[in-house]
């Protein structure tokens, strides 16, 4: 068993080399600080503000953010999410934003594996009635967290609209999270 340890050790110590020298070689993307001082303008403003108008302000102040760095994938959720709330204040009441869709999309192509975004597109489908869509990135949300009751509902929901006997498996599945 000594020989195994001794083995399984140095190759460990091999992988945790190569690993280690791997990271060491990759370039950091430069910080913009243009960048980052937008995101938090944009980000602090959809949270704190209800009012349409700051909304606005955060969408552009989130675009800046984007602008002075295309792979900022949080800027993406958050420009996205600000658009979605705008959605809401429409006159005609939410008919969705393809805008924000668009968004969500965004920062997926960035990092699939975000049960979050997913989720929030799924919503911005369901508010542009491509149930379908809906259900495929809620599905694919769920997937990553399937314990994530907001998501389950949003299912549940899903299958209301779309007539699935499976509405009452996934509302039960819910109900036990």
Not at 10 to 29: F, K, Q
Not at 32 to 58: T, W
Not at 84 to 113: H, K, N, T, V, W
Not at 146 to 167: G, H, I, K, R
């Amino acid at each position: 068993s000594r020989t195994i340890l001794i083995g399984t050790g140095v190759g460990l110590a091999v992988v945790a080399a190569l690993w280690g020298m791997a990271v060491w070689s990759t370039p950091v993307p430069a910080v913009s600080e243009r960048s980052i001082d937008a995101y938090v303008d944009g980000v602090v403003l959809e949270n704190a503000s209800q009012d349409p108008a700051d909304l606005r302000f955060a969408e552009r102040r989130l675009t800046d953010a984007i602008e002075a760095n295309p792979r900022y994938r949080e800027a993406y959720l958050a420009r996205g999410y600000a658009r979605f709330q705008l959605d809401l204040f429409d006159d005609g009441g939410p008919s969705g934003s393809l805008e924000a869709a668009a968004d969500f999309e965004a920062a997926l192509a960035l990092d699939d594996r975000d049960p979050i975004a997913w989720s929030n597109l799924g919503a911005a489908w369901f508010w542009l009635e491509r149930y379908e869509a809906a259900e495929t990135a809620t599905r694919r949300a769920l997937a990553i967290d399937p314990d994530e009751l907001v998501m389950s509902l949003n299912l549940a929901l899903l299958l209301t609209v779309a007539d699935d006997p499976e509405y009452e498996t996934e509302m039960a599945r819910a109900e036990a999270l």
